[in-house]
């Protein structure tokens, strides 16, 4: 059971670049969100999804596009890298029920766009 | 979602009990407090959560005061492995929890 999986690790970009930050989880999952973490600052939402085919913004969607097609996969695309873009990208899913289920996070990509 | 007041940082002795301080005094009935706390830039990780009643579990013990208005986190016997920032979270408890909004949170200093 791998969790949350994040991939890259690690990537560096030039201004105007586009890539796709990827996520996948093995728990059959409903729900599946993205933070970016800058320098000494909490998390902010992106984007989240409640389920394949679902999707919504967060508080920081500008320059970032998302999709779910699958309940496993959730990437994150970045259209047109920008240095404001640079930061941590954090992947977390959670059970839809009925009870609260706390969020497992994957353990992040590191974005730099130069 | 209400928001929460936390110290920027805190240390605590290991062995001893780690007590941090969460305020929110905005939070309305039907919110829950959560905490969760983050280890050198991994993935943030759940602890605990309460509405009311004090709560525990094999990590934390959480106690909110009565009017609800501010909680404590306690870890009983903090290890050096237990140095991380931890956020206080207020929201309501329903299908809601694919969004969490994190403030600065405490970061936690646990010295030998």
């Known amino acids: 059971n791998a969790g949350v999986t994040q991939t890259p690790k690690f990537q560096v970009l030039k201004t105007g670049q586009s890539m796709t930050l990827q996520c996948a989880q093995d728990?059959?999952?409903?729900?599946m969100s993205w933070y970016r973490q800058d320098p000494g600052m909490g998390l902010r939402l992106i984007h989240y999804?409640?389920?394949?085919?679902?999707?919504d913004q967060g508080e920081v969607p500008n320059g970032y596009n998302v999709s779910r097609s699958t309940t496993e996969d959730f990437p994150l695309r970045l259209l047109s890298a920008a240095p404001s873009q640079t930061s941590v990208y954090f992947c977390a899913s959670s059970p839809r029920t009925g009870a609260y289920q706390p969020q497992h996070f994957g353990d992040g990509t590191r974005l730099s766009i130069l | 979602d209400a928001k929460t007041t936390q110290p920027p940082s805190m240390d605590c002795a290991e062995g001893r009990a780690a007590n941090l301080p969460c305020n929110h005094s905005?939070?309305?009935?039907?919110?829950?407090v959560y905490w969760y706390r983050q280890i050198h830039s991994q993935g943030p990780q759940y602890i605990i959560h309460g509405l009311k009643n004090n709560e525990t579990n094999e990590m934390a013990s959480l106690i909110i005061t009565e009017d609800r208005k501010s909680s404590t986190l306690i870890l009983p016997h903090a290890t050096l492995r237990d140095t991380a920032v931890y956020y206080c979270i207020v929201r309501p408890s329903n299908f809601g929890n694919e969004k969490l909004t994190f403030g600065t949170g405490t970061r936690l200093t646990i010295i030998p």
């Open positions: 905005t939070i309305s009935g039907n919110e829950y």
């Open positions: 728990m059959n999952h409903e729900y």
């Open positions: 999804s409640v389920g394949a085919g679902i999707t």
